[in-house]
């Protein structure tokens, strides 16, 4: 494997100086939990668990990053769409997430925490 270059940051321009084309960007980051499988071998307790522990360690955050985490179990139909709208949450019966056997035990063990300004998600 090659080694990582990651680039050097104080040579990146502005790649939009007016604002004119860049609404926002985007950058996903995907890694199981240590201790857990990947998603497709989960079990329902695990799901659980693995929501009880990142809900809890989001909670403790503060600053810019302080928010409120979302279980999607129990959230109103007309929440989960609007999140779904807005591209912060996927949709159930997503093809891609059932072809990699990602959707048992949905909605169990999962939701969203975003910051107050909703430019921190996870």
């Not at 990142?54 to 109103?76: A, C, D, H, Q």
């Not at 056997?101 to 925490?113: D, L, M, Q, S, V």
Request: glycine content about 10%.
């Amino acid at each position: 494997h090659p080694p990582k270059d990651w680039g050097d940051v104080d040579t990146l321009g502005n790649l939009d100086p007016n604002g004119n084309y860049i609404i926002s960007t985007r950058v996903r980051c995907g890694r199981s939990m240590q201790g857990y499988p990947f998603n497709p071998c989960l079990t329902e307790a695990q799901y659980k668990e693995m929501e009880e522990k990142v809900s809890s360690t989001l909670s403790g955050l503060e600053g810019e990053l302080k928010g409120k985490f979302y279980p999607l179990n129990g959230m109103t139909k007309d929440t989960q769409q609007k999140l779904i709208d807005d591209h912060f949450l996927f949709k159930e019966g997503d093809r891609f997430l059932q072809a990699a056997n990602a959707c048992r035990f949905w909605p169990t063990g999962r939701g969203i925490y975003h910051n107050d300004t909703k430019t921190f998600l996870v």
